[in-house]
């Protein structure tokens, strides 16, 4: 059954400084095996002369957080050092993370009854689950939960997997939901999770594999900068290991290195300040790794020059500093601001797609600017599994779901569509047109209420409107009625406002949008042009990657030896011809079009 947790607000006020040894599991939730949590040596220490300032209490920082005074909760995070058992974190971890939390619809008993359409109970299999294959199975940390508590990390992670399927990449996302656990309920570390995938603000956990490798070369050209002694050091005692394979698991310094008490204690202000946390924390065990390869024997060169980053981790779990220290280390590196930290991190984002749009022959860099922002098979399997989770979104009428539910996987991914669209009323094509183009679009898409940006019976023939209405909105649904009732279109994956971005020349690049995009056609014909190297890895050359492009002047989708559809600034004339793209034919017979009506959705949600 459920475990809810009982008020204990009074006794996280009351506790202003170290317990009784007696007390000392008094804070942790059932699932967890207490009589492993040992206390370090740091707290046996003789205590400082002098009266010790009380730590803060939850309702004091409850209070700052309803103020929304996060500069305040910022400080006392970073300079209050709550045991490992106090009862305080039951109450801090979920109240922090629910500043982050954008799903509205998230109320009481939300979570349970996903749990009841995923599994169809909501007690606890005695049978291993399948894990979703975001997770990395070779760090499922559990710390210190029981055999319960793995299960139900399991099960949350599922959920979590079914209710955000864009999730592909995540080997971070098991080790924090093992944490979570620690402190509350299976109910309340699910919702803790929701907010920091979902945030918006801060970035909390990366969801694909481009984010992943995007981060572990954000921290690495960070240390080079603020650790060059430490790089300098690893370069000269190991010239044949690039440091790459190092940075690659910098994470796990951090999350499989690190005593649980200094983990929790990072903890604490990683739910208020987001990944920059984890950011200063590896920085500052370079330079205390680096301290003692010089001072001890045991982190000689010659002990880890075959291997610097399980070197790492080893020395991680020694680490000679209190977690008071090290987060005062931490936090005081100077020139590490979020807007240095974001600054880094686009320009290594940029830098790795341009590599793929210069078109350097690498066929993996190809296949990572087209194809890693999309949906593993496993998630589109996954999403047509547990369709029927839609019920929760939606609000169907339990009938429909038991309907739905009889169908065919094939069935229920196009009956997922239908349920958003019912009620959208379409100038350029009939209902059945627009039933067949959401059996086309990429599933998860099905999922999210569609809404008209623009419009040209509405909005009026202006490409700057255009722009205004729909460039921040990714994906986008485009469909054209021609002058003589062709009607056509594309899904768009990404933002139109990608037009403007810069490469590391100061060139804004001609074209962009990921694999994802495709071409359809309605009426005269019915039929789906999709990105041509979409099934394989062949390497295709530079003009199968001509996705979107677009200025003041014009608009364009598809290219090579050809447009699949250009539009004019006023929105008025357009041209359609073969591309090499989509490998499609022109989209009306002429070539040529006049525009009578253009359409533009977007998705909310998404």
Known sequence: MPYHRADTSAQA????????????????????????????????????????????SFTEIQQLLQQNKKRDVKNILRENSWPINSPIRSQLWPALCAQHLTKQNMLDGFYWEMVHQVFGTTELSEKPIMLPAFVDATHCLPYHLTSTGRAVADRIVNVLGYDCPDI?????????????????????AYLCLAGLVGSKEKTFINQTKLQHEVTWKTVMQIAKKHTKSAIAYFQRICPGQKLERVFMDWCWWILAGLPFQHLVRIMDCYFHEGIKV????????????????????????????????????????????????????????????????????????????SRSALNSGSKQLIKSRSSDNLPTSQSQVNIQMMSHTLTIREKLHSESCRNLGEKSPGHRAIAMGVYPIHNLKSQVCKNEDLFTLWSWLPVRITMYQPVLLYTTEEHGCSLTTFYVRVEQHEPTLLMIKTCNNEVFGAYCSSRWLERNVKDDKGQRQAYFGTGETFLFSLYPERAKYPW????????????????????????TIGGGEGQAI?????????????????????????????IRVLEVYGFVGV
């Not at 205590?47 to 803060?56: I, M, N, S, W, Y």
């Not at 939901?177 to 309340?188: G, K, N, P």
């Not at 890895?537 to 608009?555: N, P, Q, T, Y």
């Open 566 to 594: 250009w539009m004019d600034e006023n929105i008025r004339f357009g041209k359609t011809d073969a591309c090499k793209t989509f490998n499609n034919p022109p989209l009306c017979p002429s070539g040529d079009f006049e």
């Open 278 to 353: 984890l950011y200063r924390v590896a920085l500052v065990i370079l330079n205390l790794f680096h301290k003692e390869c010089q001072s001890n024997n045991e982190w000689s060169p010659d002990n880890i020059k075959n291997d610097i980053g399980n070197a790492l981790i080893k020395f991680c779990k020694k680490i000679p500093v209190s977690p008071a220290k090290l987060l005062h280390a931490a936090f005081s590196i100077r020139g590490l601001s979020t807007q240095y930290i974001s600054r880094i991190f686009i320009k290594t984002e940029m830098l790795l797609k």
């Open 532 to 555: 041509v190297g979409i099934e394989g890895d062949r390497d295709l050359g530079h003009s199968s990657e001509l996705f979107m492009a677009a200025d003041s002047k014009m608009i």
């Open 13 to 56: 006020d009351k506790l202003s400084g170290i317990v009784e040894e007696s007390d000392l599991y008094e804070g942790f939730a059932p699932h967890v095996e207490t009589s492993e949590i040992k206390t370090l040596d740091f707290y046996n220490l003789p205590k400082q002369t002098g009266k010790e300032p009380a730590l803060r």
């Open 168 to 188: 592909t990449y995540s080997p971070v996302l098991y080790p924090i939901t093992s944490l979570l656990l620690h402190f509350m309920s299976e109910e309340e």
